[in-house]
C-alpha cells in the first residue's frame, strides 16, 4: 500500500484546520497508509535532518501549513537519500508562496495527480550547503525585515482578515523608515561572479535577490523560472534610497520583479562579514561569510501541480 507522509505544525494556529481537514480525512482513507511528522520546535534546518531520515522510497510527502512548513518539508525531501519520493503543498499560512507557485492544489488533487518535475534553488554559502528555496533566496535588507513578521503582535493581525498583503506593506514600510539606516546590510562593495567566472564588482547594493517562484512574500511578482532547470531571476540594487525602493516595489507588485536571467551566481566579499540570508521567509544571521552561491539543484523535486 502506498505511504503518505504528512508534515504539519501542532503548535500552528491553523493546526485545528489542519488536523480536521487534512489528518482526519486521510485517516478515513483506505488506499494510503499515512504518517505524520510534526514540525519540532527546532529551525528549519534541523527539522529538515530529522524529516530526511523517515522518508521512505514511493512516499507522498505533504506539507500542511505555513512557507515555513513547506521550507522544512522541501528541504528534507531534497536531502532524502530514498528514490522515487513526491511532494505535495496545502497552504495554511499567511502567504502560501509555495502553494502558490504550484496552484494551490486541493488535497484531493495532490493525492490522484502525476507528478512533474520543478527545480529549486540551491544555496551555498562558504562552499557548503545551506538551505533549498523554492520561490526565492535574498541576502540583505529583504532578508533583516523578515525578523519584522516573527513579533506576536504582526503574526496575531496577519491572521485576522483578508487584508493580509496591505498590512504587510505597512508593516516593511514603518521597520524601513526607523532601521535603513542604522545598520549596514551587505559590505559596500563585493564581486558578483557567473558561470563564466566574469566576476562584476557591485558597489553600494543593500540587497540581492534570487527569485524561482511566481511570488515573493505575496507581495511582489515572479515567474515560472521553477519549471527550467538552469535559469532563475537575478537582482542587486541599493533599496534603502526612498527612490530606489519605490521603484522596485512598484514595479514587483503592479509587473514583475526586475532583473535578469541567470544560471548562476556567487557572491564574494572581500573578508569575512556577518550577513542576513532567506529562503522563503525563513531567514539565519550567518557570521564569517565569504562566499554565497546561487544556483538551480542538480536534483529535479517531482512536485505535485495543479495544471
Excluded at 23 to 30: A, F, N, P, S, T
Excluded at 166 to 171: L, M
Aim: with cysteine; aromatic share 10%; hydrophobic share 40%.
Amino acid at each position: 500500500m502506498k505511504r503518505l507522509l504528512v508534515v504539519y505544525n501542532p503548535r500552528s494556529s491553523h493546526y485545528g484546520r489542519i488536523r480536521k481537514g487534512v489528518i482526519d480525512v486521510l485517516k478515513e482513507r483506505k488506499d494510503w497508509t499515512l504518517a505524520k511528522y510534526e514540525i519540532g520546535q527546532m529551525d528549519v534546518d534541523e527539522n529538515a535532518v530529522e524529516l530526511a531520515k523517515i522518508i521512505q522510497d514511493g512516499d507522498l510527502v505533504i506539507a500542511a501549513g505555513g512557507d515555513g512548513t513547506a521550507a522544512a518539508t522541501l528541504n528534507g525531501v531534497m536531502m532524502t537519500k530514498a528514490k522515487d519520493v513526491r511532494f505535495g503543498v496545502l497552504g495554511f499560512g499567511n502567504f502560501n508562496d509555495t502553494a502558490r507557485s504550484f496552484g494551490e492544489p486541493k488535497l484531493e488533487e495532490i493525492l490522484r495527480r502525476e507528478p512533474t518535475e520543478v527545480w529549486p534553488l540551491e544555496c551555498r554559502i562558504n562552499g557548503k550547503l545551506w538551505r533549498y528555496g523554492m520561490c526565492y533566496v535574498t541576502v540583505g535588507m529583504f532578508a533583516v525585515a523578515c525578523g519584522v513578521f516573527d513579533h506576536p503582535k504582526t503574526r496575531h493581525a496577519l491572521r485576522k482578515g483578508n487584508k493580509r498583503v496591505t498590512f504587510s506593506i505597512g508593516v516593511l514600510a514603518r521597520w524601513w523608515l526607523k532601521c535603513r539606516k542604522m545598520q549596514k546590510f551587505l559590505p559596500e562593495k563585493f564581486e558578483l561572479v557567473n558561470s563564466s567566472d566574469e566576476a562584476v564588482e557591485v558597489k553600494g547594493a543593500s540587497d540581492y535577490l534570487a527569485v524561482n517562484g511566481l511570488t515573493v512574500a505575496k507581495l511582489m511578482k515572479g515567474g515560472r523560472w521553477f519549471m527550467k532547470p538552469d535559469v532563475f531571476l537575478s537582482k542587486t540594487g541599493r533599496l534603502t534610497r526612498f527612490g530606489g525602493l519605490f521603484g522596485f516595489m512598484s514595479r514587483s507588485v503592479l509587473r514583475k520583479v526586475p532583473g535578469v536571467d541567470s544560471d548562476y551566481d556567487k557572491l564574494v566579499f572581500a573578508e569575512p562579514t556577518e550577513v542576513m540570508v532567506q529562503a522563503e521567509g525563513e531567514y539565519e544571521r550567518i557570521a564569517d561569510v565569504t562566499t554565497i552561491e546561487i544556483r538551480k539543484s542538480k536534483k529535479p523535486l517531482l512536485a505535485i501541480m495543479r495544471k
